[in-house]
């Protein structure tokens, strides 16, 4: 199973990226889909969140200007990132669970610079 993350990039404060991931291999479901950042020399944070069914959670940080989605039939999830703001930066992580198992696997991370 792997987990495919795209969309980072350069962006000055108030602008906007989209991040995918995409999970392929052999899996029969997926469970709950989060993305992590990880800023330098900070933890790992969870940022967003998102069900099966489709609910959603968000870090208080985001709220309000970050948005969670996800495609089943793709096995893609998605987080829209509006507002960015210096503080957003640092690598992005893509996370899920899948049957069978349940098992957790982590996406390589993508990199989002926001400069102000």
């Known amino acids: 199973v792997q987990l495919q993350a795209s969309g980072g990039g350069l962006v000055q404060a108030g602008g906007s990226l989209r991040l995918s991931c995409a999970v392929s291999?052999?899996?029969?479901?997926?469970?709950?889909m989060s993305w992590y950042r990880q800023a330098p020399g900070k933890q790992r944070e969870l940022v967003a969140g998102?069900?099966?069914?489709?609910?959603?959670n968000y870090a208080e940080s985001v709220q309000g200007r970050f948005t969670i989605s996800r495609d089943n039939a793709k096995k893609t999830v998605y987080l829209q990132m509006d507002g960015l703001q210096p503080e957003d930066t640092g690598v992005y992580y893509c996370?899920?669970?899948?049957?069978?198992?349940?098992?957790?696997?982590w996406g390589q991370g993508t990199q989002v610079t926001v400069s102000s």
């Open positions: 998102i069900t099966s069914g489709g609910s959603a």
């Open positions: 291999g052999p899996i029969l479901w997926i469970n709950a």
């Open positions: 996370h899920t669970d899948v049957l069978p198992g349940p098992v957790n696997y």
